[in-house]
């Protein structure tokens, strides 16, 4: 996956500690990325840690898209 996904948690972190200043756009335009790598539904739940809350994601498809996201890097 390193080389599927290179510095993922690092752009991630970088996306969140900008979060506030993302535009519609590019919520739209994450989630049909999302879309195509994970499959049409992702669900989301509510979970909480102490006093700590946060959504526990439920992805299910085939993963295609996440294979053929390696090609694109040939």
């Known amino acids: 996956m390193p080389t599927?996904?290179?510095?993922?948690i690092g752009r991630?972190?970088?996306?969140?500690t900008d979060l506030a200043?993302?535009?519609?756009?590019q919520v739209d335009m994450g989630r049909a990325q999302l879309r195509m790598?994970?499959?049409?539904?992702i669900v989301?739940?509510?979970?909480?840690?102490g006093?700590?809350?946060y959504l526990t994601a439920e992805v299910t498809g085939d993963y295609?898209?996440?294979?053929?996201a390696g090609h694109w890097q040939k």
């Open 4 to 8: 599927l996904l290179p510095n993922a």
């Open 12 to 16: 991630f972190k970088a996306l969140l």
């Open 21 to 25: 200043n993302v535009t519609q756009r």
């Open 37 to 41: 790598l994970l499959g049409k539904e």
């Open 44 to 49: 989301l739940y509510p979970c909480a840690d």
């Open 51 to 53: 006093e700590g809350r």
């Open 64 to 68: 295609e898209g996440v294979t053929a």
